[in-house]
C-alpha cells in the first residue's frame, strides 16, 4: 500500500488544498519500507486527486479536507484519513499498522485563496484556521 501525508515540517500539514508537499510511504506488511517527500508543485484541491492517483497513492492522511477534495479523492479509488495531526512519520506508521486514530467528519469550508475558512472539527489541532 501507498500513503500520502499532507507535510510540512516533519508534520502533518493542517489544510489539503494547500499542502506544498506530501511525504509518501510504501507499506509492505503492516511496515513501512520506503519513505519519500515529493512536491505537490502548487496544484490546488482538485489537481492534487490526480496528482496522487498517478503516484500510486492509495490512502491519504491529512488534517483539514474540504467536500470537493473529498469527492476528487474518492473519484481517484483514494481512501482519506482526515482530522489529523502531529509528527507525519509517526501517523504513517499508525496507519500501516491499523492504529491511526482520526476523525472521519473532518471537514473544512473555505473560500478562495488569501480568505479565511473554518473547520467543523477542532480534533486535527487546527483551531479553526487549518495552517492559516
Known sequence: MKIAVTYENGMVFQHFG????????????????ERKIVDAGGSGHGALAG???SL????????GIGGGARS???EAGIAIYPGVSGVA???????AEGKLVYDPNTMC???HE???????????????????
Do not use: M, P, W
Open 18 to 33: 494547500h499542502t506544498q508537499q506530501f511525504k509518501l510511504y510504501e507499506v509492505n506488511g503492516g511496515q513501512i519500507s
Open 109 to 111: 469550508a473555505h473560500h
Open 89 to 95: 512519520d509517526v501517523q504513517a506508521a499508525a496507519l
Open 56 to 63: 500510486g497513492v492509495e490512502a491519504l492522511i491529512c488534517g
Open 72 to 74: 476528487a479523492l474518492a
Open 51 to 53: 496528482f496522487l492517483k
Open 114 to 132: 488569501g480568505e479565511s475558512h473554518s473547520c467543523r472539527s477542532e480534533s486535527h489541532g487546527c483551531g479553526g484556521s487549518c495552517g492559516k
